[in-house]
């Protein structure tokens, strides 16, 4: 049996992951967390593909994109520009190398970076709206990621100290929310996925930014509400559900501002659909890294298309268990669903697993194949 320990909400055995607990006005916990990640954003700062990037920015014309990302940041989430100013100011990078980190998925894909046969496609959903509500996310990455993340567990408070938000989240050096996972004391739990479209919209704001604007929402449909007025520059799938509202959704955002709501039916309405010559609509959804209802074109993804094959061969997913196996498939040995770094895509790894039970309130995090680990961390949902 693993001796729990309960700390600050967290129910936690030893971890390889970093949690990061801060508290304050927007600035003030953007700049807890930068110094407390100093060492994952110097590590993210150095990777390969950042390093290509910082002399696009140098151009003329990468000079033009990055501005404009930023004004419209300011314009839209002045908030937001005051965490990563904090985050610039706690870990000795400028302001200008943190927002990079925000917007670097859309710089590689003006680059072209993200067009390449072995390109990075992040990550696996699994919905199940059964009896007894969960849902479980594999967080990928180039293995170069392993020490570049941690867990951040913060409260955000006004000049007044009134609560403005509360979350915890995933995050990669340089984030406070990355586009992974999360949840927040509205009792809203988070996942994302990467879609690569092949048009951007430079006049948007980087999906770094618009994801994080769902840890402040109170309900489902103010998540929906707030991607069908902001205008992402990429691409995008967000799942969103709640443990008071009893929902999933799956939420498809295109660059263009073309947004997709995919309503996961509950288990309980099965016998409402029980109507001659129709089928009931699936309790469960899967989704990865390309459009399922929307048309906007995307590169493709042939380990999307594997992952998805496997996931069908599987019975309806009901209980957490039975995602914990799926995430942790290993047989298709070319484009597994838990990535080892053994397959085609390899150096790309799972990094990290959330399951999320909504009876049993729990978010529980593996840092190893969730079908035949433990988690490394569980944390109570609102």
């Given at each position: 049996m693993i001796p729990l320990l309960i700390l600050l909400g967290l129910v936690s055995c030893v971890t390889s992951i970093p949690v990061y607990t801060a508290e304050g006005t927007h600035y003030e916990v953007g700049k807890i967390i930068g110094r407390a990640a100093q060492k994952e954003i110097a590590l993210t700062?150095?990777?390969?593909?950042?390093?290509?990037?910082?002399?696009?920015?140098?151009t003329p014309t990468g000079k033009q994109i990055f501005e404009g990302f930023y004004i419209n940041t300011v314009k839209n989430y002045p908030q937001y520009v005051d965490e990563?100013?904090?985050?610039?100011?706690?870990?000795?990078?400028?302001?200008?190398?943190?927002?990079?980190?925000?917007?670097?998925?859309?710089?590689?894909?003006?680059?072209?970076?993200?067009?390449?046969?072995?390109?990075?496609?992040?990550?696996?959903?699994?919905?199940?709206?059964?009896?007894?509500?969960?849902?479980?996310?594999?967080?990928?990455g180039d293995v170069y990621d392993r020490d570049t993340t941690y867990i951040t567990n913060v409260t955000i408070v006004s000049s007044e100290g009134e609560i403005i938000d509360r979350f915890v989240a995933f995050a990669y050096g340089g984030t406070i929310a990355a586009d992974a996972y999360g949840f927040n004391y509205h009792g809203l739990v988070l996942s994302e996925n990467a879609i690569d479209a092949k048009k951007l919209n430079y006049y948007g704001v980087p999906g770094q930014i618009t994801n994080r604007a769902a840890y402040s929402a109170k309900t489902i449909d103010e998540v929906i509400n707030a991607h069908a007025v902001a205008r992402s520059a990429i691409g995008y799938n967000l799942n969103v559900g709640s443990t008071r509202e009893n929902r999933m959704v799956n939420i498809e955002v295109d660059p263009l501002g073309i947004i997709?709501?995919?309503?996961?039916?509950?288990?309980?309405?099965?016998?409402?659909?029980?109507?001659?010559?129709?089928?009931?609509?699936?309790?469960?959804?899967?989704?990865?890294?390309?459009?399922?209802?929307?048309?906007?074109?995307?590169?493709?993804?042939?380990s999307s298309i594997h992952r998805l094959a496997r996931l069908v061969t599987y019975a309806p997913p009901?209980?957490?268990?039975?995602?914990?196996?799926?995430?942790?498939?290993?047989?298709?040995?070319?484009?597994?669903?838990?990535?080892?770094?053994?397959?085609?895509?390899?150096?790309?790894?799972?990094?990290?697993?959330?399951?999320?039970?909504l009876v049993g309130m729990t978010a529980s995090i593996y840092d190893k194949n969730p079908k035949t680990s433990s988690p490394v961390l569980v944390f109570p949902l609102w």
């Open positions: 700062m150095a990777n390969p593909t950042i390093q290509k990037i910082i002399p696009f920015l140098d990563i100013r904090g985050l610039a100011d706690g870990s000795g990078f400028t302001l200008e190398n943190i927002f990079m980190l925000f917007a670097k998925s859309e710089i590689e894909s003006f680059m072209g970076l993200r067009d390449q046969p072995n390109r990075v496609e992040h990550c696996t959903d699994i919905l199940a709206n059964s009896y007894t509500p969960c849902w479980g996310h594999n967080e990928d997709s709501v995919h309503e996961v039916p509950s288990q309980f309405d099965e016998p409402n659909y029980q109507i001659p010559g129709e089928v009931a609509e699936p309790f469960y959804y899967f989704h990865m890294n390309l459009y399922k209802t929307l048309t906007t074109p995307c590169l493709p993804s042939e009901t209980v957490p268990a039975d995602i914990r196996a799926m995430l942790g498939d290993t047989v298709d040995k070319e484009y597994p669903i838990y990535r080892d770094g053994s397959g085609v895509d390899a150096p790309y790894v799972t990094l990290t697993t959330v399951l999320y039970d």
